[in-house]
């Protein structure tokens, strides 16, 4: 069975930093491309960021050069390092075993102005 966990979520002011991480069992996130979505209020979940397998990143534009997606393989984790936040990355972040149906429950990142 296939589980993702995500931490690390909450409040934070404007130009601040926040390090989300997704735990991930049953499957091996060395192997497979990994991805983080948002859903900010009154949206529908959109992409944020890609890690392939072989470590190639992509991000989307209205994060790039602010946000860090890496991995930790000895821990089947997936991070997402968000830098100089503004209110409008207020969401809630999911981790997504990229192009599957496997999400995991979501963090609520807030950011106040």
């Known amino acids: 069975q296939v589980r993702l966990v995500e931490s690390g979520g909450g409040l934070v002011q404007a130009g601040g930093s926040l390090s989300l991480s997704c735990t991930v069992s049953g499957i091996n996130t060395g192997i497979r491309a990994m991805a983080w979505y948002r859903q900010r209020p009154g949206m529908q979940r959109e992409y944020v960021a890609m890690l392939t397998s072989a470590g190639d990143t992509a991000y989307a534009g209205s994060v790039k050069g602010r946000f860090t997606i890496s991995r930790d393989n000895a821990k089947n984790t997936v991070f997402l390092q968000m830098n100089s936040l503004k209110p409008e990355d207020t969401a809630v972040y999911y981790c997504?075993?990229?192009?599957?149906?496997?999400w995991g429950q979501g963090t609520q990142v807030t950011v106040s102005s």
């Open positions: 997504n075993v990229f192009s599957t149906p496997f």
